[in-house]
């Protein structure tokens, strides 16, 4: 049988994860990621998101990068602190379904230069 943890257990340690991504002197970012390269980056909030309920929701959405450094299908994101440390990765990204970590509109697919925004980005715990 897997190990579970409690409701409060699950939402600490999405504390934990926002606390890392605050760690920095500034704010931390989300980057997209198309096979392993940051094709788009978002400068978050400070602090970055609310936890409660075993969700981490993230705070100042909708996120805008006004001109994507690469191009190609975004399918993960990772979160790291402003110095550049990673404090989650593996995040899901998709577009129009609640099923993901990361929302996109209206496409996840980016060119370089374009206009990449992210309309919603929670990350839900689970045992």
Excluded: H
């Excluded at 996120?63 to 440390?85: F, Q």
């Excluded at 989650?88 to 609640?98: A, D």
């Amino acid at each position: 049988m897997p190990v579970e943890y409690s409701n409060p257990i699950l939402t600490s340690r999405l504390q934990v994860v926002a606390n890392a991504i605050d760690a920095g002197g500034s704010n931390g970012f989300i980057r997209l990621l198309s096979g392993g390269s940051v094709v788009s980056s978002f400068q978050l909030s400070r602090p970055c998101a609310t936890v409660s309920n075993n969700t981490l929701v993230f705070n100042g959405l909708s996120l805008i990068d006004p001109s994507a450094a690469g191009s190609g299908k975004v399918t993960a994101a990772r979160c790291e602190d402003s110095a550049g440390n990673v404090a989650i990765f593996g995040l899901t990204v998709g577009t129009g379904s609640t099923s993901f970590d990361i929302i996109m509109t209206p496409t996840n697919n980016i060119t370089a230069g374009q206009t990449v925004a992210i309309t919603a980005a929670t990350i839900t715990a689970g045992n």
